[in-house]
């Protein structure tokens, strides 16, 4: 049985992939400053580090027996880090050096790295293959460029397997104790309205899209989560070093997403055109078929799946 340290196992995505790592044979630690993971969320069949990962010591000292890493402790919120850059490169970047020190230290050879749909910024064309240009437009986005970029380098100078899995838009809940508590993405923020008894609200109906509002892939978590499974698997079994995305490889519009919930929740929630937000491309639907070849994985869930669940959990 392998060892695996996951770094963010408290938090959102990292509590599914807690789970499916355990499910897969898998002894787990768990490594997480709670800064904004519940602690209630680690599976009890978990060894929980409380540390930040900027503690090289305490990372080595959790890296003890492991044979991989899969290391999702970020911060994440795209407008909190044009407000505070440098708090996303202390934890982002800084993160990673601490975490691949502490590898190299101990001789910790496979990777697994939360990247985001983040590092392409905006396209020229979607579906967005791996081979699109890295054009980030936030510091959040260039901390996971350079993220993906500092495993790579670590790869070529020590022996090191890597996948970076580029995730599109993340919904969804596993269990209804495990939903997304964020309140930047849409189905959260779109429950939020209702649960207040606002209208939620649809940025821009003027897109150059079907029904003109913005397109987005969105993944049940479930189903990136086992993503990660299929991608410990790879970087176990062979030498390889990948950067793929992560997602359905089919765009849902924003009001294909209200409408979904009003299925789900039975009546017209009633959503309002507003204008367009600053910064939100028209489409980001990924490329999957590199994630399909080289993980012999998909994603199965539909958008009303990933509705009903973020409902069930919320
Ligand atoms: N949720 C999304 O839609 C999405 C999309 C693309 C990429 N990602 C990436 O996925 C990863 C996980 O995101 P999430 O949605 O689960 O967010 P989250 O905030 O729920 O989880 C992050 C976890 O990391 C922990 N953490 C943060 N800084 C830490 C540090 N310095 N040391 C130790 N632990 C630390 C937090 O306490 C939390 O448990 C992040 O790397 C994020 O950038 C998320």
């Not at 499910?23 to 602690?39: F, K, M, P, Q, W």
């Not at 910024?121 to 986005?141: C, H, N, V």
């Not at 970029?149 to 809940?173: E, H, I, Q």
Request: hydrophobic share 45%.
């Amino acid at each position: 049985m392998s060892r695996w340290l996951l770094t963010g196992g408290a938090g959102y995505i990292g509590s599914h992939v807690a789970r499916d790592l355990l499910a897969s044979g898998r002894e787990v630690v768990v490594l997480d400053d709670l800064s904004t993971g519940i602690r209630e969320r680690v599976p009890v069949d978990a060894e929980l580090v409380v540390a930040s990962v900027l503690d090289t010591d305490a990372v080595r000292r959790a890296l003890d027996g492991v044979s991989g890493v899969v290391h999702l402790a970020a911060k994440k919120a795209v407008g909190e880090s044009v407000e505070q850059p440098l708090l996303y490169y202390r934890e982002n970047v800084g993160g990673m050096t601490s975490l691949l020190q502490a590898m190299d230290d101990v001789g910790t050879a496979c990777m697994v790295y939360s990247s985001s749909a983040a590092v392409y910024g905006e396209p020229a064309w979607s579906p967005i293959s791996e081979d699109s240009p890295l054009q980030p437009l936030s510091p959040y986005g260039e901390t996971k460029v350079i993220g993906e970029w500092m495993v790579r380098d670590v790869a070529v100078a020590r022996p090191l397997s890597w996948v970076s899995l580029r995730y599109f838009n993340v919904a969804g809940a596993g269990a209804i104790n495990l939903g997304d508590p964020s309140v930047n993405n849409l189905i959260p923020m779109v429950f939020r309205a209702l649960d207040r008894g606002e209208s939620p609200q649809i940025f821009g109906t003027d897109y150059p899209t079907l029904d003109g509002s913005c397109i987005r892939d969105y993944i049940h978590v479930s189903d990136l989560s086992a993503a990660h499974v299929a991608a410990a698997d790879l970087v176990e079994r062979e030498v390889v070093g990948v950067a793929l995305n992560v997602g359905t490889g089919v765009g849902a519009s924003v009001i294909e997403v209200m409408d979904a919930v009003s299925e789900v929740v039975g009546r017209d929630v009633g959503a309002v055109a507003v204008g367009r937000r600053a910064g939100d491309p028209p489409e980001l639907v990924a490329q999957v078929m590199r994630a399909q070849e080289t993980l012999g994985w998909s994603a199965r869930r539909s958008l009303t799946e990933m509705v009903s669940s973020a409902y069930a959990a919320r």
